[in-house]
């Protein structure tokens, strides 16, 4: 069992920065990846970056590509996402999500993560 909290998130103006985190605790050595999704009112949750946890490889959605930055800290076992140049089509509640099995193919899509935050919400006015 993984356990993730999701933190940072708030309102903030379009083109301004919001800082996410994510603790992670449990089985955490046994995490391929963590990724983050999101999910704007009316629309489906979506991919928008992960990092897997033991090499740090990292990958983006094209939307957040450039302005969004994933981290990992494995000693605090914790997961950051940099926000920047936030946009108001960015507003939408943020979760984060573990990855147990090692699935590369799998790794853009929700259905490949095992475990889930409680999702904290992001808005950017205009």
């Known amino acids: 069992q993984v356990q993730l909290v999701e933190s940072g998130g708030g309102l903030v103006q379009a083109g301004g920065s919001l800082r996410l985190s994510c603790a992670a605790s449990?089985?955490?050595?046994?995490?391929?990846?963590m990724g983050w999704f999101r999910q704007a009112p009316g629309k489906e949750r979506e991919f928008v970056a992960t990092?897997?946890?033991?090499?740090?490889?990292?990958i983006y959605a094209d939307s957040v590509k450039g302005r969004f930055t994933i981290s990992r800290d494995k000693a605090k076992n914790t997961v950051t996402l940099q926000m920047n140049r936030l946009k108001p089509e960015d507003t939408a509640v943020y979760y984060c999500?573990?990855?147990?099995?090692?699935?590369?193919?799998?790794?853009?899509?929700?259905?490949?993560?095992?475990?889930w935050g409680q999702g904290t919400q992001v808005t950017v006015s205009s």
């Open positions: 990092i897997t946890w033991g090499g740090g490889t990292t």
């Open positions: 999500a573990a990855e147990q099995a090692v699935n590369w193919g799998g790794i853009r899509y929700e259905y490949e993560y095992d475990y």
């Open positions: 449990g089985r955490t050595f046994s995490t391929f990846a």
